[in-house]
C-alpha cells in the first residue's frame, strides 16, 4: 500500500505518513466507503492531523474525511492515535431535495440535475459548494419519469445506482472534488477467482431470501376510495410477497416550469374546453388558466401520474431482492493483480470449494496494512 496524505480544507496536500502501524480502507462501489488509521500519539502527528481534514492515498482515489479521532493507550506499543474518516462522497448527504422535483427522461441527467440544484447552483447560495464540479456524462442511456421532494441527496443517487448496477464517486482533483459516475468491466470469462487456483483463501457464501419482495402496491395522493393506487411486479401463491409502499408525497399537481422542463417539446391543445399539455399528440398535463391567460395550476394526467408511482415502487423493490454474495481473502499477487487486471465494480467469476461458481460484481475492497503484512478482502455481490 502506497503512502497516506493528509489534507487540509483547501484540499492541499499538507503531510504525508509514511510510519503507521495499521490501516483499514474500504472503498464501496456504490455505498460510502470508511477508513481507519491507527499512527503513534506524538505530538507532531498531533499538529499534522489537527491543521487537516482529509485523509487520501498516492495510489487510490477514495478521500476520507476525517470524522473521529481517538487516543488508545498501550505500555507495550505506546500511545496511539485512531483516525476515522468516511468517503467524501457522503457530502452529498449533506443536501436534501428541498422542493418538489419531477423529472422526464436519461436517469444519469436526473442525477446531475439533483446534485446542480442543490450543491453546484442552488437558488440559495448558502447551499453552494463552490469546488464541486461534475465529470463528464458517461452516456448511460437509462431512462426515468419520477418525482422526489425531500430526499437526501446521496441516498436518492445510491439507490439509483443500485437499481441500475452503476458505481458512483467523489474525487478530488486540483482543489476540486469531482463527482463522477461509472460500471464496472465485465471481466468475468477472464478472471476467476477459486481455491483450486490458490488465488483465494476463503469464501463464505450467503443467500438471503429473508427480505424478498416481488409484488409493489404502490398509494399515491388521495383519501380512501379515492386513493390513486397502482401495482407491479409478479408472483403467485405461496411465491407472491406483496410491499406495501405509500407514496402520498407523489403529487399529480406540480409547477409549471417543473412541467415544461420535464417536458420541453410541448404544446398546449384544446379539447371540449379542456387545455391540455400534449408532447407528440400525448397528454401529460392539465392547465387551468386565469381571466389574464396565466397558468394558475397543473394537473398531471393519471397515466403521467401511475407512470411516476411506479419509478417509485422499482425503487423500493430495489431494496428487497434476494442477496447472494462472496466475501473472501484474495492472496495478492497470484494470478491476477488489482487495479490491472480487475477493479472496484468489475464483474468476475468465483467457484468455492462446494463447485457453487456465479458471476459477481465486486462491490466492495477492504484493504488492511499492518505489522503482519498486506491483505486485500472482496466482497463480491450477485449479478444475475
Given at each position: 500500500?502506497?503512502?497516506?496524505?493528509?489534507?487540509?480544507?483547501?484540499?492541499?496536500?499538507?503531510?504525508?505518513?509514511?510510519?503507521?502501524?495499521?490501516i483499514i480502507w474500504a472503498n464501496r462501489y456504490n455505498e460510502v466507503g470508511d477508513c481507519e488509521l491507527v499512527i503513534p500519539a506524538t505530538?507532531?502527528?498531533?499538529?499534522?492531523?489537527?491543521?487537516?481534514?482529509?485523509?487520501?492515498?498516492?495510489?487510490?482515489?477514495?478521500?476520507?474525511?476525517?470524522?473521529?479521532?481517538?487516543?488508545?493507550?498501550?505500555?507495550?506499543?505506546?500511545?496511539?492515535?485512531?483516525?476515522?474518516?468516511?468517503?467524501?462522497?457522503?457530502?452529498?448527504?449533506?443536501?436534501?431535495?428541498?422542493?418538489?422535483?419531477?423529472?422526464?427522461?436519461?436517469?444519469?441527467?436526473?442525477?446531475?440535475?439533483?446534485?446542480?440544484?442543490?450543491?453546484?447552483?442552488?437558488?440559495?447560495?448558502?447551499?453552494?459548494?463552490?469546488?464541486?464540479?461534475?465529470?463528464?456524462?458517461?452516456?448511460?442511456?437509462?431512462?426515468?419519469?419520477?418525482?422526489?421532494?425531500?430526499?437526501?441527496?446521496?441516498?436518492?443517487?445510491?439507490?439509483?445506482?443500485?437499481?441500475?448496477?452503476?458505481?458512483?464517486?467523489?474525487?478530488?482533483?486540483?482543489?476540486?472534488?469531482?463527482?463522477?459516475?461509472?460500471?464496472?468491466?465485465?471481466?468475468?470469462?477472464?478472471?476467476?477467482?477459486?481455491?483450486?487456483?490458490?488465488?483465494?483463501?476463503?469464501?463464505?457464501?450467503?443467500?438471503?431470501?429473508?427480505?424478498?419482495?416481488?409484488?409493489?402496491?404502490?398509494?399515491?395522493?388521495?383519501?380512501?376510495?379515492?386513493?390513486?393506487?397502482?401495482?407491479?411486479?409478479?408472483?403467485?401463491?405461496?411465491?407472491?410477497?406483496?410491499?406495501?409502499?405509500?407514496?402520498?408525497?407523489?403529487?399529480?399537481?406540480?409547477?409549471?416550469?417543473?412541467?415544461?422542463?420535464?417536458?420541453?417539446?410541448?404544446?398546449?391543445?384544446?379539447?371540449?374546453?379542456?387545455?391540455?399539455?400534449?408532447?407528440?399528440?400525448?397528454?401529460?398535463?392539465?392547465?387551468?388558466?386565469?381571466?389574464?391567460?396565466?397558468?394558475?395550476?397543473?394537473?398531471?394526467?393519471?397515466?403521467?401520474?401511475?407512470?411516476?408511482?411506479?419509478?417509485?415502487?422499482?425503487?423500493?423493490?430495489?431494496?428487497?431482492?434476494?442477496?447472494?454474495?462472496f466475501a473472501g481473502e484474495v492472496i495478492v499477487g497470484v494470478n491476477y493483480i488489482y487495479k490491472q487486471d480487475y477493479n472496484l465494480g468489475?464483474?468476475?467469476?468465483?467457484?468455492?470449494?462446494?463447485?457453487?461458481?456465479?458471476?459477481?460484481?465486486?462491490?466492495?475492497?477492504?484493504?488492511?496494512?499492518?505489522?503482519?503484512g498486506y491483505s486485500m478482502q472482496p466482497t463480491f455481490e450477485n449479478v444475475e
Amino acid at each position: 500500500m502506497e503512502d497516506v496524505c493528509l489534507l487540509d480544507e483547501e484540499l492541499n496536500r499538507k503531510h504525508i505518513i509514511d510510519t503507521y502501524s495499521n490501516i483499514i480502507w474500504a472503498n464501496r462501489y456504490n455505498e460510502v466507503g470508511d477508513c481507519e488509521l491507527v499512527i503513534p500519539a506524538t505530538e507532531d502527528n498531533f499538529n499534522k492531523v489537527k491543521e487537516c481534514k482529509y485523509i487520501s492515498r498516492t495510489d487510490d482515489d477514495m478521500v476520507c474525511e476525517i470524522k473521529k479521532i481517538e487516543i488508545k493507550t498501550d505500555e507495550e506499543n505506546g500511545n496511539q492515535f485512531i483516525i476515522i474518516g468516511t468517503d467524501i462522497k457522503e457530502m452529498l448527504n449533506q443536501r436534501i431535495v428541498e422542493k418538489q422535483t419531477n423529472f422526464n427522461g436519461l436517469v444519469e441527467d436526473y442525477i446531475r440535475k439533483l446534485i446542480i440544484d442543490s450543491i453546484i447552483n442552488p437558488t440559495n447560495p448558502d447551499r453552494k459548494i463552490k469546488n464541486f464540479i461534475l465529470d463528464d456524462k458517461v452516456g448511460f442511456t437509462e431512462k426515468i419519469r419520477e418525482q422526489v421532494t425531500y430526499d437526501y441527496v446521496g441516498d436518492k443517487i445510491q439507490n439509483l445506482c443500485k437499481q441500475y448496477g452503476w458505481g458512483y464517486k467523489v474525487t478530488v482533483d486540483d482543489g476540486n472534488f469531482i463527482f463522477s459516475l461509472y460500471k464496472g468491466e465485465d471481466k468475468s470469462e477472464y478472471v476467476t477467482f477459486s481455491e483450486d487456483y490458490d488465488n483465494i483463501s476463503t469464501t463464505d457464501y450467503s443467500k438471503d431470501d429473508s427480505n424478498i419482495k416481488n409484488v409493489a402496491l404502490i398509494a399515491g395522493e388521495g383519501e380512501g376510495v379515492a386513493r390513486v393506487v397502482t401495482s407491479i411486479g409478479a408472483g403467485k401463491g405461496i411465491n407472491r410477497h406483496e410491499l406495501y409502499v405509500d407514496a402520498r408525497d407523489v403529487s399529480s399537481e406540480i409547477d409549471y416550469d417543473e412541467l415544461v422542463n420535464s417536458y420541453p417539446n410541448g404544446k398546449e391543445k384544446i379539447i371540449n374546453n379542456v387545455i391540455y399539455y400534449q408532447v407528440n399528440g400525448a397528454n401529460i398535463a392539465v392547465l387551468t388558466k386565469d381571466d389574464k391567460g396565466e397558468v394558475t395550476n397543473v394537473q398531471l394526467c393519471r397515466n403521467v401520474y401511475i407512470e411516476s408511482l411506479k419509478n417509485t415502487g422499482h425503487e423500493k423493490m430495489s431494496e428487497h431482492k434476494s442477496v447472494t454474495s462472496f466475501a473472501g481473502e484474495v492472496i495478492v499477487g497470484v494470478n491476477y493483480i488489482y487495479k490491472q487486471d480487475y477493479n472496484l465494480g468489475s464483474i468476475v467469476s468465483i467457484v468455492n470449494e462446494y463447485g457453487i461458481s456465479i458471476k459477481v460484481r465486486i462491490s466492495e475492497i477492504l484493504e488492511n496494512q499492518d505489522d503482519n503484512g498486506y491483505s486485500m478482502q472482496p466482497t463480491f455481490e450477485n449479478v444475475e
